[in-house]
């Protein structure tokens, strides 16, 4: 069962420092996510990237965060000076054709201290 | 715009009994919809979708879930609770991307 992949699993950070989470998609995929769930809370949509290029964001994802497919394997989510409020878990997703189903991975806890 | 609601952020069942759990949508159009199952500190697993056709889904570990466009609802089932059933369950729904209910979370009683 192919899978996504993301690393790391857990990463600590300073308050204000830059992180970079990073997931593999299943290589035929086409539609990449990310998503975040702040701890006992709901999972919650950042952002989808098709064709190179963002094509929907929701009002979490500002200008602290950027996305990223820096070659033809990884798509990075990129958190600039990080606050507190910042930790959560980090999902990324990746589906082949539209939303009939994304795969998701396992998850990135960021906890920023 | 599109919603999901979940009945009930906390359902405790006796292990053996029957495992019913509530999510309503709101949508213009009938949405693609899918149930995710959270395990604690692990990530969101696939339990099933509905996107067309049989209105009767059945999924993983024995669960099913039954899309009502009339009560705009689509109900996930287990007939019979394990104690491995316990952990957090996401309603969810799509158009041009998923959106996440709040979630309920599953206890199963010995």
């Known amino acids: 069962e192919p899978e996504v992949t993301q690393t790391p699993s857990h990463q600590v950070t300073q308050m204000g420092q830059e992180v970079i989470l990073r997931c593999v998609p299943i290589s035929n995929h086409l539609y990449f996510y990310w998503y975040r769930q702040i701890l006992g809370q709901k999972v919650e949509f950042l952002v989808s990237?098709?064709?190179?290029?963002?094509?929907?964001k929701s009002e979490i994802f500002d200008d602290q965060f950027s996305v990223e497919r820096p070659d033809g394997s990884n798509f990075t989510l990129k958190i600039r000076s990080t606050k507190l409020e910042d930790s959560a878990m980090y999902f990324c997703a990746s589906s082949e054709v539209g939303t009939h189903g994304y795969t998701f991975g396992s998850g990135t806890r960021l906890t920023v201290v | 715009a599109q919603s999901v609601t979940q009945l009930g952020s906390h359902v405790s069942v006796s292990e053996g009994a029957l495992v019913l759990l509530r999510c309503n949508y709101s949508?213009?159009?009938?949405?693609?919809l899918f149930w995710y199952v959270q395990y604690p500190n692990q990530g969101l697993q696939l339990l099933l979708k509905?996107?067309?056709?049989?209105?009767l889904v059945k999924g993983i570990n024995g669960f099913e879930a039954e899309f009502k466009k009339s009560e705009t609802s689509f109900h996930l089932t287990k007939p019979s609770a394990h104690m491995s059933d316990a952990a957090e369950y996401f309603c969810?729904?799509?158009?041009?991307?998923?959106?996440f209910g709040p979630g309920t979370s599953l206890s199963v009683i010995p």
């Open positions: 990237f098709y064709n190179n290029e963002i094509s929907e």
């Open positions: 969810a729904v799509s158009f041009d991307k998923v959106i």
């Open positions: 509905y996107t067309t056709g049989a209105t």
């Open positions: 949508s213009s159009v009938p949405p693609y």
